[in-house]
Antibody, heavy 126, light 111 residues
């Protein structure tokens, strides 16, 4: 059973870079057939897709965050990571990592996020 | 403002059926069969309930079903149970540079 676990600082100062890692257990990130995603949820609000990465390193980002986001993968550690630069209070949220299933032929479409981490709360404050 | 439009809230009594709509455009819901639905209880991570418009992952009750007509997708929950009370989100692939869009979420109350 594949499981995901987010890790990283819970408090980040304004203008600094938020860095989170998602560790995949119970399966290989290199097996293909999935995008590895980051999603966030502001307090009391809905879900916001940040971006995803394929194990080969291909990345796709939400254009509203693209200038500040980097998602990377480390297949040797079975991990993928999120970096969000120049953070402000508006980046305070619960951050989730998730596995998104690839079923069709449309690139880079995925059909649903079937495994999620428990989420980690990141607060941006001085 | 979310890219996909959902009602803010719906309610129903135990045993009844409810339907939650998710309206997009021909660039997302209407153009692809990559619509998914998620259930989220307070303080918990979302759970995939439906993928590819109408497919249920293993372990999800058959009381949950999905469909699509034009630019609108729907999630139907039959035989409502108290444990179904949660927030529900739809999501779709989009041909725009956004790639993935979510609805704003619907709070389901079981009366």
């Amino acid at each position: 059973q594949v499981q995901l676990q987010e890790s990283g600082p819970g408090l980040v100062k304004p203008s600094q870079t938020l860095s989170l890692t998602c560790t995949v257990s119970g399966g290989s990130i290199s097996s293909g057939g999935y995008y590895w995603s980051w999603i966030r949820q502001h307090p009391g609000k809905g879900l916001e897709w940040i971006g995803y990465i394929y194990y080969s390193g291909s990345t796709y980002y939400n254009p509203s965050l693209k200038s500040r986001v980097t998602i990377s993968v480390d297949t040797s550690k079975n991990q993928f990571s999120l970096k969000l630069s120049s953070v402000t209070a508006a980046d305070t949220a619960v951050y989730y990592c998730a596995r998104d299933i690839i079923t069709g032929s449309v690139v880079p479409a995925a059909c649903g996020m079937d495994v999620w981490g428990q989420g980690t709360t990141v607060t941006v404050s001085s | 403002q979310s890219a996909l439009t959902q009602p803010a809230s719906v309610s129903g009594s135990p045993g009844q059926s409810i339907t939650i709509s998710c309206t997009g455009t021909s660039s997302d819901v209407g153009g692809y069969n990559y619509v998914s639905w998620y259930q989220q209880h307070p303080g918990k991570a979302p759970k995939l309930m439906i993928y590819d418009v109408s497919n249920r992952p293993s372990g999800v009750s058959n009381r949950f079903s999905g469909s699509k007509s034009g630019n609108t997708a729907s999630l139907t929950i039959s035989g409502l149970q108290a444990e179904d009370e949660a927030d529900y989100y739809c999501s779709s692939y989009t041909s725009s540079s956004t790639y993935v869009v979510f609805g704003g979420g619907t709070k389901l109350t079981v009366l």
